[in-house]
């Protein structure tokens, strides 16, 4: 097909008042928009297309309101999940912003768009963590009535005892590596480091709490850990490392054991071991051969880079993720075969990535994914000229050149006879608007429209 007969039929299709691909909604269409859901209620396209156009007017609580009555059709398309992500981020509904985009990640078309997402999701996970831990603090007296979850661990950041600035990332370092090897027993529940840390923040614990047996008792009981693992750090004449550890028993409040180890701080990985095998001993968890080595497993083999790495995990705890990406690199630069280094760095350029991106900007790259959505027919206020006429097929045509390229004039013809400049006579009815309730009219007879259309570069 000539690109002049397809023109025309585009501009046909705007006179009987059905376009078969939409331009992006703006709050402009909302009056539009509104017409057609209030037509059709269950239309999904119509529904998404609303709620994009009030999310781009700032109107985000409508906006919610609307996707969600799309989402509930369980036929959305991948937009409604994006723009329900990007909203709820707006309203700061962290939880509602993380099950959105992951549908998306799932349902969407548009695979960079899809890729960008992926990352934006571990930035939810981390504001929804402080969420909960907020919420947590709210209502303390109600969890702490509550009895822990049998088998249960967290571990706290250790406490550095003394002034020594070169092993201060050991303090979350070595906690990491042992949440990963208490997790690699199987016989134990053992809550992630980013939720401990996140509790913790929220109740603005000092270094010198963490080691407090109330202060233990009282954080465990709130992330519902039947056991809190805190200890410290002591550093030795001759670079000696002593390590002590306590098992907290949250509900009684009492020690269940104590565990220490010590050793050249070059052997601070076998130190750590040693402890952790005191602690599963503590807990009576029974290890198969293949666990116990696993946990052997998990080291470095450069201190470098396990203190580098703990500097990572310090920057990202305090929202410093450039600075967390460059400590991960260089702890994998002293060990490329270190894994927790690789992963790290990774969650960090995700990190960092999606919190230097707004929503609107996420929503600037979101065209492709509206491309997604299929024809909606759309109530047209019927022209009261034929300049009014020629302005908005001109327009149409015009928000079209990305995709047809136009020639320096085109036609629109009905051999059928020529078009007044006064619609008031006309009596035909347009049967898709009557279909969805709606009085629109159509145009029998129309002589010949010459609409000039400028080509990208300013040329007529």
Known sequence: MSRIPLLALVGLALLSGCVRRMPEPTPQDI?????????????????????????????????????????????????????????SEELEDWAGARQAYASYVERGEYGPLKEEIQDR?????????????????????????????????????????????????????????????????????????????????????????????????????????????????????????????????????????????????????????????QILDILAVDLTPAERQAINENRSENLLAFLAYGRGLMAMDRG?????????GESLDADPAFGPALEGRTEAEALQDAALTSTDQVASRAMPELAALTSLPLPVEPPGSLAELATATSSLLWSMTHEVVPSPSILLVNPGGILSDVLADVQHRDPLQEAIGLEGVTIPEIGIIRITIPRPGGEN
């Open 121 to 277: 999701l571990t930035l939810m996970v981390r504001r929804e963590l402080r969420a909960r831990a907020r919420e947590t603090l709210a209502r303390e007296e109600e969890i702490a009535q509550r009895d822990p979850r049998p088998g249960t661990v967290a571990v706290f950041p250790f406490r550095l005892t003394g002034e020594s600035e070169e092993l201060e990332p050991l303090q979350v370092a070595l906690a990491d590596m042992m949440t990963t090897d208490l997790a690699l027993s199987g016989g134990l529940t053992v809550l992630e480091r980013t939720r401990v840390r996140a509790l913790l923040e929220e109740m603005a614990l000092q270094e010198a709490g963490l080691t407090a047996p109330e202060t233990g008792a009282r954080a465990g009981r709130l992330l519902q850990a039947q056991h809190v693992v805190q200890g410290a750090l002591t550093p030795l004449p001759d670079r000696v490392l002593r390590f002590d550890t306590d098992v907290l028993a949250t509900r009684e409040r009492e020690s269940r054991g104590e565990a220490s180890a010590q050793d050249q701080l070059s052997r601070i990985f076998d130190v750590e071991k040693e402890a952790v095998f």
């Open 320 to 328: 410093d993720y450039d600075q967390a990406r460059q400590f991960f």
């Open 31 to 87: 009056p539009r928009l509104e017409r057609a859901v209030e037509a059709r209620p269950g239309d999904v396209q119509a529904l998404t297309r609303l709620g994009i156009a009030y999310f781009k007017a700032g109107d985000h609580p409508t906006a919610q309101t609307i996707l969600d009555r799309a989402l509930t059709t369980g036929q959305a398309p991948g937009a409604a999940y994006l723009y329900k992500g990007l909203v």
